[in-house]
């Protein structure tokens, strides 16, 4: 039976157009495009380029290990078998045949036959000679252990004596590497066979990035319940596409997303958020009021009581209504024996739908005010630090239970910051509980790194090419459980008349048609009251809403003076109430708004 011929034809014109093989640039460009069929097609991984028509039509190429009888030019000495019998022998006999040879230098020792040695002696010029060297000293080889040949793709073509040394990539891979930027420049790489001893070097540029990437639809239009894609990582050497990157949710149900403001950290947010929707999460969202319209694209989605950016009471009473949540399916789960939501029968995910919580700006959310010093501690402006302080210490105890207690039920969460300390509202209790970690940003602060990642110090850096290239918005490390720490790229397209937002606002409406609109998960002062009490104590007014009937009877309240008669003396009557006098006035004026409360609730 006939062998299969393993060279196969790329029609150069027909893709490239002209083509030439004596241009690099243009020897890059085919390289490049093997590389990436190789990565999609497993039946040419390993092919390179075996010869190119001189007028460009075609191109040949072939595994790696391929070889055909390249005996052109080579010298063959018969010698005992005594002279290559080790290294020491070697080494005499390759000083000896080589003076005895002008010209030539002793490239192979073979074995034809146990009791024959023979040696092969080939003409290298300076350049073969030097590059032989060092990849020799980067294999722990002797120089005649290898045989390095050029390739038509301009680069090289080393085939490691059997004998010699078996390629391993632990012990290898980066002292090759940085042999053959030392003989090529920065953007080549190699591939290596073990199997065959053959370890092919190409020409390359180093990898980068395009101006912007666009989600696959491959991606985008099939939901995903365990993962959320949200950018592609820096393409390996030879290559021009990266692999796309995604969180396990089942592996790391809570994500924290850190980077300065205007970096791209939105658009990876929103992304993360678009794979959660189109496979049926229950959204809900904390953020600081004046920044709330970044997630308008998604506030149709939003569950009942879910929508925490009216205020700081609004996220608080969010918060607790996710923990009702937890503990109304924890009773569930122990009723029916269940230890984890990725486990419970299909038809109860979608009774019980996972839960997505996004907790935007931390920082402004939980880290509590500084006290006004200086004043009494009845003061109104001490009184309301105090407050707020009460509020944001809700929020950061209840951010920190949701991500210690809530992943078995099926919740998940995206925490952003701008960094993960505890200054940023981000303790390290809460860091721990954080599994899978992403940086946004081209240029980010060693502190940062430092605590946001488990391991900055091998974690890589956006490359300096990227970003002197201009392709470095949107760019970040992430350290993804269960995946090497990478340099990625975020997702983002726009048009004339769509954003980002707007293209996965349209997106995710095909796939999942929302059930509420720009209203939903709105909170009541009420409701806030009933979720979290300590709103009821708020040193104002305690309303959010300027339709509340309250509005006008606490502006009275506060224009006409309050209730009763002052007994001070006249000149007296401007200046701030102290002690008891306050206190009972303050006393009177929630009475008061007591009193409407209970007017409004009965309709009067």
């Given at each position: 039976?006939?062998?299969?011929n393993?060279?196969?034809?790329?029609?150069?014109?027909?893709i490239f157009g002209?083509?030439?093989?004596?241009?690099?640039d243009?020897m890059?460009?085919l390289t490049t495009l093997?590389?990436?069929?190789?990565?999609?097609d497993?039946?040419?991984?390993g092919y390179?380029v075996?010869?190119?028509d001189?007028?460009?039509?075609?191109?040949?190429?072939?595994p790696?290990?391929?070889?055909?009888?390249?005996n052109?030019g080579?010298?063959?000495?018969?010698?005992?078998?005594?002279?290559?019998?080790?290294?020491?022998?070697q080494k005499?006999?390759?000083?000896?045949l080589e003076?005895q040879n002008?010209?030539?230098?002793v490239?192979e020792f073979m074995?034809?036959?146990?009791t024959k040695?023979m040696?092969?002696?080939?003409?290298?010029?300076?350049?073969?000679?030097?590059?032989r060297?060092i990849?020799?000293?980067?294999?722990s080889?002797?120089?005649?252990?290898?045989r390095?040949?050029?390739?038509?793709?301009?680069?090289?073509?080393?085939?490691?004596?059997k004998?010699?040394?078996?390629?391993q990539?632990?012990k290898?891979d980066?002292k090759?590497q940085?042999?053959?930027?030392t003989?090529g420049?920065?953007g080549?790489?190699?591939k290596a066979?073990?199997?065959?001893?053959?370890?092919?070097?190409?020409?390359?540029n180093?990898p980068?990035?395009k101006?912007s990437?666009?989600?696959?639809k491959s991606?985008?239009s099939?939901?995903d319940v365990?993962r959320s894609y949200?950018?592609?990582k820096?393409?390996d050497?030879?290559?021009e596409t990266?692999?796309?990157?995604?969180n396990d949710?089942?592996n790391?149900?809570?994500?924290?997303?850190?980077?300065?403001a205007?970096g791209?950290?939105s658009?990876v947010?929103d992304s993360l958020i678009?794979g959660?929707l189109?496979a049926g999460?229950e959204l809900?969202?904390?953020?600081?009021?004046?920044?709330?319209?970044?997630?308008?694209w998604?506030?149709?989605y939003?569950a009942?009581n879910g929508w925490?950016?009216?205020?700081?009471e609004?996220?608080?009473?969010?918060?607790?209504q996710?923990?009702?949540?937890?503990d109304e399916?924890a009773?569930?789960?122990?009723?029916?024996?269940?230890v984890?939501?990725?486990?419970?029968?299909p038809?109860?995910?979608k009774?019980?739908?996972?839960?997505?919580?996004?907790?935007d700006?931390?920082?402004q959310?939980?880290v509590?005010a500084?006290?006004?010093?200086g004043?009494?501690k009845?003061?109104p402006?001490?009184l309301r630090?105090k407050y707020?302080?009460?509020?944001?210490?809700s929020?950061?105890?209840?951010?920190l239970?949701?991500v210690q207690?809530?992943r078995y039920?099926g919740?998940?969460?995206?925490?952003?910051?701008?960094s993960?300390t505890?200054?940023?509202g981000?303790?390290?209790?809460?860091?721990?509980n954080?599994?899978s970690?992403?940086?946004?940003?081209?240029?980010v602060?060693d502190?940062?790194r430092?605590?946001?990642?488990k391991?900055?110090k091998?974690?890589?850096v956006?490359?300096?090419?990227?970003?002197?290239?201009g392709?470095?918005k949107g760019?970040?490390?992430?350290?993804l459980?269960?995946q090497?720490a990478?340099?990625y790229?975020?997702?983002?397209?726009?048009n004339?008349?769509q954003d980002?937002?707007?293209?996965?606002?349209?997106?995710v409406?095909?796939i999942?048609?929302p059930q509420?609109?720009m209203n939903?998960?709105r909170?009541?002062?009420?409701?806030i009251?009933?979720?979290?009490p300590?709103?009821?104590g708020k040193?104002?007014?305690?309303?959010?809403s300027d339709?509340?009937?309250?509005?006008?009877?606490?502006?009275r309240l506060?224009?006409e003076?309050?209730?009763g008669?002052d007994g001070?003396?006249?000149?007296e009557?401007?200046?701030?109430?102290?002690?008891?006098a306050?206190?009972?006035?303050?006393s009177?004026?929630?009475?008061?708004?007591?009193e409407a409360?209970?007017?409004?609730?009965?309709?009067m």
């Open positions: 039976m006939t062998k299969e393993p060279v196969k034809k790329i029609p150069l014109k027909k002209a083509f030439d093989k004596t241009n690099p243009d890059i460009k093997i590389q990436e069929k190789a990565a999609k497993p039946a040419i991984k390179s075996w010869n190119v001189d007028d460009g039509t075609y191109a040949y190429i072939a790696m290990n391929y070889s055909q009888d390249d052109a080579s010298k063959f000495i018969s010698l005992d078998v005594n002279q290559g019998a080790d290294i020491g022998a005499k006999t390759v000083a000896l003076s002008p010209g030539f230098y490239t074995r034809p036959e146990p040695c040696v092969r002696l080939e003409q290298l010029d300076e350049k073969t000679l030097s590059t060297r990849f020799a000293a980067a294999l080889v002797k120089p005649w252990q290898i390095v040949t050029r390739t038509p793709e301009n680069g090289w073509r080393i085939r490691i004596k004998d010699a040394t078996i390629y990539a632990s290898y980066n090759m940085e042999a053959v930027e003989v420049k920065e080549w790489f190699f066979d073990p199997e065959s001893g053959v370890v092919i070097v190409y020409p390359g180093p980068t990035f101006p990437i666009s989600m696959p991606i985008w099939k939901p365990r949200f950018g592609m820096l393409p050497k030879g290559r990266g692999e796309p990157l995604s949710w089942k790391a149900s809570f994500v924290l997303v850190c980077g300065e205007g791209g950290k658009v947010i678009y959660r189109i999460a809900y969202i904390g953020d600081e009021q004046g920044k709330s319209t970044d997630y308008n998604c506030r149709p939003v009942f925490g950016c009216d205020g700081l609004s996220t608080a009473a969010m918060l607790l996710v923990l009702l949540k937890v399916r009773k569930v789960w122990h009723e029916h024996g269940w984890n939501w990725w486990d419970i029968p038809e109860m995910k009774k019980y739908p996972p839960i997505l919580l996004v907790m700006e931390i920082s959310l939980d509590p500084r006290l006004p010093a004043l009494d009845d003061n402006d001490v630090k707020e302080n009460a509020v944001k210490f929020i950061q105890e209840s951010m239970q949701i207690k809530a039920v919740v998940t969460g995206i925490y952003a910051s701008q993960a505890q200054e940023a981000i303790p390290p209790i809460m860091r721990t954080l599994q970690k992403i940086i946004v940003g081209e240029k602060p502190a940062t430092k605590s946001v990642l391991d900055p091998h974690a890589p956006v490359p300096l090419n990227v970003i002197k290239e392709m470095g760019t970040g490390v992430a350290e459980v269960g090497e990478c340099v790229k975020g997702y983002f397209e726009a004339k008349n980002w937002v707007d293209i996965l606002a349209e997106r409406r095909q999942n048609p509420g609109d939903s998960g909170l009541t002062w009420d409701v009251v009933n979720l979290f300590t709103a009821a040193p104002d007014d305690g309303l959010t339709d509340d009937p309250l509005d006008e009877a606490s502006d506060h224009d003076g309050g209730f008669i001070r003396d006249v000149a009557h401007d200046a701030p109430l102290k002690g008891a306050r206190a009972a006035h303050m009177a004026i929630e009475s008061a708004k007591l409360r209970n007017a409004a609730a009965k309709g």
